[in-house]
């Protein structure tokens, strides 16, 4: 899969809308901000369509896999999944595995992690990093209007991987790695204090 997949998801008092630009993107929050609300939405909607009373509407197809669904490893419902966007629901442990990393890297399938706890396994990006907010802007009173919101947007999206300065915190081991890197534009906090000092 490549490319941004747009995601509406309503019920009679509640919208969520959104895109999937990449194939790891995690949604983090607090308790009550609407994760678990929006997997258990798509999940019934896949389940039963519209008799759930939710309509989905999205440019993919999409699978929920969510931590009571017992008697079923995540192997036998994730591996024959192609060209989907998975989400994941809190609370199930094998996303931290090499299996699963491995999974994800071969599969061809974009994944949604619903998870407040960093994945060392998988590379994903500090600008897939979501949380659920709620717009006033488009609230009115009989439904309340949700998106994502990227946690970490005031991190610049560095173009073709270069940075025009990197300010490291010592001029020790740290420091002797980034010169390797990035070359001459590096610039030490001790280097700096000692112009201070001159």
Known sequence: MKGSYRFRVKSKKIIFE??????ITVIRGKSASGKTTLLHMMYEYLRIGRESGYSVSADSSYYVYLRKEVGRSWQDAL???????????????????????????KSGNYVVLVNRSTFKMLPYSIHEIYEIVTDAKHADVRESYHE?????????????????????????SGYQFFP?????????????????LM
Request: net charge negative; charged share 25%.
């Open 18 to 23: 959104f895109s999937i630009r990449r194939n």
């Open 79 to 105: 591996y024959p999944l192609k060209n989907t966007i998975i989400f994941i629901e809190e609370n199930n442990p094998f996303v931290f595995s090499k299996e699963f990393a491995e999974f994800v890297r």
């Open 148 to 172: 994502l919101k990227e946690l970490y947007s005031n991190y610049p999206v560095a173009e073709n991987n270069r940075a025009d300065i990197v300010v490291t915190g010592d001029s020790n």
């Open 180 to 196: 390797v890197c990035f070359g001459k534009n590096m610039w030490s906090v001790q280097q700096e204090t000692a112009a201070c």
